[in-house]
């Protein structure tokens, strides 16, 4: 009998403890507050003009862009890495979609400017690689606790299908890796050789002008040579013109000088020869 009246006495007493917490919840603005965005946080369907100020805000604070752009977020894949598969082009979607609604052109005020400007920099964020990279190696911790509860509540034939699954798509997942990095590799020694050959090319073009510049510079230095040759040339032939005029009045003097040398001897040897001639009176 005692223990049937302590049960009805604790039952009682819960329901009037619940009462009272539900009454106080009721009157207290900031568990009402709480309640709310709880329930903001829980909704999945899309924004409207009436609520995405108020999410956007919230995501923006509980620190999760995907939720904040209404895009599904990481999830591990088989190799236990944080991946999001959500392209460029479905992120900047997103992104416009919802700048339509609180843009300040169409949605005047200070909350709905300041939820722009967490907007764009959620899609800032999100469309840096390092910065994703570094948001989803920071995700990995939550989401390997997540898969480890989900692995807990399975039952055992459950858990070895998921193994099993699991041991495939790494297969393929290392598969996948080795062949990009191949790619990879390949396409870094294709860049390289590119680079060679333009490095080669400019350097074959540096070395053509340099020539050009070295044979227009000869080519000058050869005609003021020639030049310079001509001038000796024509000074050395005025040179052998002068001695030859020289000589030439040499020989005439010399000629002059021995006809007249001639002439007195022919005119002494004639005077010589001549007889005296005799007295008229004999």
């Given at each position: 009998?005692?223990?049937?009246?302590?049960?009805?006495?604790?039952?009682?007493?819960?329901?009037?403890?619940n009462?009272?917490?539900?009454?106080?919840?009721?009157?207290?603005?900031?568990?009402?507050?709480?309640?709310?965005?709880?329930?903001?946080?829980?909704?999945?369907?899309?924004?409207?003009?009436?609520?995405?100020?108020?999410?956007?805000?919230?995501?923006?604070?509980?620190?999760?862009?995907?939720?904040l752009?209404?895009?599904?977020?990481?999830?591990?894949?088989?190799?236990?890495?944080?991946?999001?598969?959500?392209?460029?082009?479905?992120?900047?979607?997103?992104?416009?979609?919802?700048?339509?609604?609180?843009?300040?052109?169409?949605?005047?005020?200070?909350?709905?400017?300041q939820?722009?400007?967490?907007?764009k920099?959620?899609?800032?964020?999100l469309?840096?690689?390092?910065?994703?990279?570094?948001?989803?190696?920071?995700?990995?911790p939550?989401?390997?606790?997540?898969?480890?509860?989900?692995?807990?509540a399975a039952?055992?034939?459950?858990?070895?299908?998921?193994?099993?699954?699991a041991?495939?798509?790494?297969?393929?997942?290392r598969?996948?890796?080795?062949?990009?990095?191949?790619q990879?590799?390949?396409?870094?020694?294709?860049?390289?050789?590119?680079?060679?050959?333009?490095?080669?090319?400019?350097?074959?073009?540096?070395?053509?002008?340099?020539?050009?510049?070295?044979?227009?510079?000869?080519?000058?230095?050869?005609?003021e040579?020639?030049?310079?040759?001509?001038?000796?040339?024509?000074r050395?032939?005025?040179?052998?013109?002068?001695?030859?005029?020289?000589?030439?009045?040499?020989?005439?003097?010399?000629?002059a000088?021995?006809?007249?040398?001639?002439?007195?001897?022919?005119?002494?040897?004639?005077?010589?020869?001549?007889?005296?001639?005799?007295?008229?009176?004999?």
């Amino acid at each position: 009998m005692e223990r049937v009246l302590d049960r009805a006495f604790t039952r009682a007493h819960g329901t009037v403890h619940n009462a009272i917490g539900s009454a106080l919840a009721r009157s207290d603005p900031k568990v009402e507050q709480k309640s709310r965005e709880d329930q903001l946080r829980a909704l999945t369907t899309p924004m409207t003009a009436e609520d995405v100020v108020q999410r956007i805000d919230l995501a923006f604070k509980d620190g999760d862009y995907y939720r904040l752009l209404q895009l599904p977020g990481p999830q591990l894949n088989s190799l236990s890495r944080a991946e999001w598969a959500v392209s460029s082009s479905e992120l900047s979607k997103a992104y416009r979609k919802l700048s339509i609604l609180v843009h300040p052109d169409k949605a005047p005020g200070e909350a709905a400017r300041q939820a722009f400007e967490q907007l764009k920099q959620a899609y800032n964020e999100l469309r840096d690689p390092e910065k994703l990279a570094a948001r989803l190696r920071d995700a990995e911790p939550a989401l390997l606790k997540a898969a480890e509860r989900a692995a807990a509540a399975a039952s055992m034939a459950e858990r070895v299908e998921m193994n099993a699954a699991a041991e495939e798509r790494k297969a393929k997942l290392r598969q996948e890796e080795a062949r990009s990095f191949h790619q990879e590799i390949h396409q870094q020694m294709k860049r390289r050789q590119a680079e060679a050959a333009a490095k080669q090319q400019r350097a074959q073009s540096s070395r053509y002008k340099q020539q050009q510049q070295q044979g227009s510079g000869s080519s000058e230095e050869g005609k003021e040579d020639r030049q310079r040759e001509k001038q000796a040339e024509g000074r050395r032939k005025g040179d052998r013109q002068q001695q030859q005029q020289q000589q030439r009045r040499q020989g005439r003097q010399q000629q002059a000088g021995s006809s007249s040398s001639s002439e007195d001897e022919d005119y002494t040897r004639r005077q010589l020869n001549k007889r005296p001639k005799k007295p008229r009176f004999m």
